[in-house]
């Protein structure tokens, strides 16, 4: 099976900073990664699919990038909507299942 | 506009068989590419993908929790359903069900349902 790493765990900004979290691969996924915010007590919204694809409607801020085993997602000015829990998420299409990484919560430093 | 909802119990006893239900609009489960995903996460924990299946009843589950679920879906309905066995307390989580886009990742999710196992 597949497993995700994040790193950091956790992370503290400010306003307007500039954010990179990162997530591994156990193995070579290619580009079939997404990324997902999550804020408390609600679902998860897809922010990027395919390592880069920006999801319709998702601010311009969020990036992703990457492929193989190594991926990042930058949000190029954190706003305060976007304190929040961050997933990835590998759909090998070779892999007959999907994981999640283990989440990076971004909070106010 | 894809919508999703979950519904079931709240609450199940330990050894119990948890139904959840998935009805959706906005799809149908008869287009091709298309599939439903479940995924649970603990209070104050991290998602975990649990299965999915897809509109030619294509259907792929976690390998740790692989013996204990089963998903079926009623296009007429349009509803899809997950039925876990010998339900534990450390299942106790919030039940997401989800549109599965590209065969991988999931663009839409319903709320969740809350599902406490306690004796």
Known sequence: DIQMTQSPSTLSAFVGDRVTITCRASQ??????????QRPGKAPNLLIYKASSLENGVPSRFSGSG?????????????????????CQQYDSYSPTWTFGQGTKVEVK | QITLRESGPTMVKPTQTLT?????????????????????QPPGKALEWLAVIYWDDDQRYSP???????????????QVVLIMTDMDPVDTA???????????????WGQGALVTVSS
């Open chain 1, 28 to 37: 070579s996924i290619s580009v079939w990664l997404a990324w997902y915010q």
């Open chain 2, 94 to 108: 919030t039940y997401y069900c989800a549109h599965n886009r590209d065969w991988g990742y999931f663009d839409y």
């Open chain 1, 67 to 87: 492929s193989g085993t190594e991926f990042t997602l930058t949000i190029s000015s954190l706003q305060p909507d976007d304190f929040a829990t961050y997933y």
């Open chain 2, 20 to 40: 959840l239900t998935c009805t959706f609009s906005g799809f149908s489960l008869t287009t091709s590419g298309v599939g439903v995903g479940w995924i649970r």
């Open chain 2, 64 to 78: 740790s929790l692989r013996t204990r679920l089963r998903v079926t879906k009623d296009t007429s309905k349009n």
